[in-house]
């Protein structure tokens, strides 16, 4: 029922910096968080950022003040802008709906950031 579609991935140079786009459809509940996680190969998926359905946002540690996580509700988009990008940010970022009526938890189908020179 409920669709994320992901964009803005692509590859940059060390010090660059991409804005990730993610908009959901479907039947989508008030409460809800969406963030962004991401994965390279042998590693499990980890957190990079999440904002709740009332704007308030979480980090990983490892962003240091490089990304920032924004939401438009009435579009059910979620955006990340990341700048300052480092080699180590290389890997495929999934985008993340959790529903907490339902307590399902939807995610994008992935997108590549490849930072390197």
């Known amino acids: 029922q409920v669709q994320l579609v992901e964009s803005g991935g692509g590859s940059v140079q060390p010090g660059g910096s991409l804005r990730l786009s993610c908009e959901a459809s479907?039947?989508?509940?008030?409460?809800?968080?969406m963030g962004w996680y991401r994965q390279t190969p042998g590693n499990q998926r980890e957190l990079v950022a999440n904002?709740?359905?009332?704007?308030?946002?979480n980090y990983a540690d490892f962003v240091n003040g490089r990304f920032t996580i924004s939401r438009n509700g009435a579009k059910n988009t979620v955006y990340l802008q990341m700048n300052s990008l480092k080699p180590e940010d290389t890997a495929v970022y999934y985008c993340?709906?959790?529903?907490?009526?339902?307590?399902?938890?939807?995610w994008g189908q992935g997108t590549q950031v490849t930072v390197s020179s």
């Open positions: 993340l709906l959790q529903d907490f009526l339902v307590g399902f938890k939807y």
């Open positions: 904002i709740t359905s009332g704007g308030d946002r």
């Open positions: 479907g039947t989508i509940f008030d409460v809800n968080d």
